[in-house]
């Protein structure tokens, strides 16, 4: 970056989006893209879903330990994984961005660039249709989400059926197990997040700075006939209680299904794998596998015994 | 709210959000509203346009000088602005707020009560159909709106054509009047903004912090035929430039159409008026007036003679 240092206050707004436009990954879905007071995209069936989530530097990341393809990245499949959630295919996202003056425009590109690679990787059909930049003292990311149900019914939470398997796809308690690597590891002598530390513990942090959450599996969840299907941002224990809360069922988890660790499983935050529910008898689809049955009640159950339902909150919890 | 002090960290987002959501104007084109991982709205034509703008605290507002329904009120109008530009009807607002976990939870019932007397006001039919909630060091709300072309074209910046009429609907410069009220006259001794001076002040600078957009006059714009149009942000002589730049034209205004001081017209910012271009001889619709006319030529010009096009930018002028 060395040749490159230019910073948002230098340069001005026109001048950066200039220099992020081209990285940004296109969407098929796109009838009007960036540029006009508002993009203009294409629906299959009269339908779209949307979701939100903000990334806060703080509560959300550290600059010290993401890099700025990390934090594009993981913007991205956070909300890709809120669509994929609701048996849709993601269409288009768009990307707000706040960050102080003298943030340099490289680590913008490095964003734009995180934003392109997990479109590609996971949803390549999808792209970023349109954004806005903004000063701020707190480097923030806000992305809306789009998806196409393409005819299909939209996997709610409420549908969850005593008799049900309950399955998830996607890696439970990883990225937990790597933000507790990062706070045991990755600080300086001053108790301050450290970049070499984390540059050096790489290899075990990627699952907390750059998921990879099974997007596609939301579609064959809904193809295969998903009764429930949320995706796991505050703990399997929390989110799967909105499972139950919504169907009015209990989640009933088996121990020996959630690997090597259950109580990180249950607890661990931010793994955006997801969780749903199908008819018994079902052949899971991608890479679902059985951890639990739904069953008579309320709440959640760890074999058979009720189970706190407690994960993360972002006011309760303040930091990450 | 004396009787009513308690804190987002001590409530915690579950209580947080109960409190909000039976505040939010709800939406006509919702099928799954708020509480799932996304929303799911109808489109009437197949199409939905889509828009997002950030507003944060410090550049775009003063804790001091709005109130929180101020604050709902013109995160919610402006993104309505950016909608009614496109020519197409607000169907729905998703809302990501982050704020410190020490701010009251009554503030964030004001800025819902903002959303919905600014939805019920300019747009009966949209409501906040999903958000999130963070925490943040830098109180920031970011706002994605949509809109339904109802079968119509979008109405974009390239469809100037010489010889049309320029016309805008709404006010110029009254929004920057007001800003310049609130610098000169409600600051403390000690130069920060001073909430009390700025109550004292409320008649003077309600079009800087509760705007008033021709919501309506969008659609009544595509309807008429507008062939280019967008909302005012950053100031009449920039965004003019603009579709200037994307029709390849002279946008050309005549000084005596701009109001007693022209060149605050131009140059003040945040009015979120509608400009827009109409065939010679069309009746304008609404509330619109004839400011000038589109010329050969590029840039824009006042009486025929070139003028700046400098506006805002949220880089290069850092601070509101």
Redesign the interface.
């Known amino acids: 970056m060395a040749d490159n240092f230019e910073t948002?206050?230098e340069?001005?707004?026109?001048a950066?989006l200039a220099r992020i436009f081209p990285r940004l990954p296109s969407a098929s879905a796109t009838?009007?893209g960036p540029?006009?007071?508002?993009?203009?995209?294409?629906?299959?069936?009269?339908?779209?879903?949307?979701?939100?989530?903000?990334?806060?530097c703080?509560?959300?990341f550290r600059l010290e330990w993401s890099t700025p393809h990390d934090l594009g990245w993981k913007a991205a499949v956070t909300n890709l994984a809120?669509?994929a959630?609701?048996g849709?295919v993601p269409t288009?996202l768009?990307?707000?961005?706040?960050a102080p003056?003298s943030t340099n425009v490289a680590e913008l590109e490095g964003i734009a660039d995180g934003f392109r690679d997990a479109c590609l990787e996971f949803s390549p059909d999808c792209g970023v249709?349109?954004?806005?930049?903004?000063?701020?003292?707190?480097f923030?990311i806000?992305v809306?989400?789009?998806?196409d149900?393409q005819g299909r019914k939209?996997v709610?939470?409420s549908g969850a059926v005593p008799g049900q398997i309950v399955a998830v796809s996607g890696v439970l308690g990883e990225a937990a197990k790597a933000l507790r690597v990062l706070f045991a590891q990755a600080m300086d002598a001053d108790g301050n997040p450290s970049h070499e530390k984390a540059v050096a513990l790489r290899k075990l942090t990627g699952a907390q700075l750059a998921p990879r959450p099974p997007i596609r599996d939301g579609v064959l969840a809904a193809k295969a006939g998903a009764t429930s299907?949320?995706?796991l941002s505050d703990g399997l224990a929390k989110d799967a209680n909105r499972i139950a809360d919504?169907s009015g069922v209990c989640i009933d988890f088996e121990s020996s299904l959630l690997g090597e660790d259950p109580e990180l499983a249950l607890v661990g935050a931010e793994d955006h794998s997801l969780l749903a529910t199908f008819e018994a008898g079902t052949e899971l689809p991608g890479a679902f596998r059985k951890v639990g049955v739904v069953r008579e009640g309320r709440g959640i159950s760890l074999d058979g015994k009720p189970h706190s339902t407690q994960g993360w909150?972002?006011?309760?919890n303040?930091?990450v």
Chains 1, 2 share one sequence.
């Open positions: 948002l206050g340069l001005g707004e026109s950066v009838i009007i540029g006009d007071d508002a993009a203009v995209l294409k629906t299959s069936d009269g339908r779209f879903v949307v979701t939100t989530d903000l990334m806060v703080g509560p959300d809120d669509v959630a609701m849709a288009g768009v990307v707000a961005l706040a003056a249709v349109g954004g806005d930049l903004s000063v701020s003292d707190t923030t806000a809306t989400a789009f998806g149900l939209p709610l939470r299907m949320l995706d919504a909150d972002p006011y309760l303040g930091s």
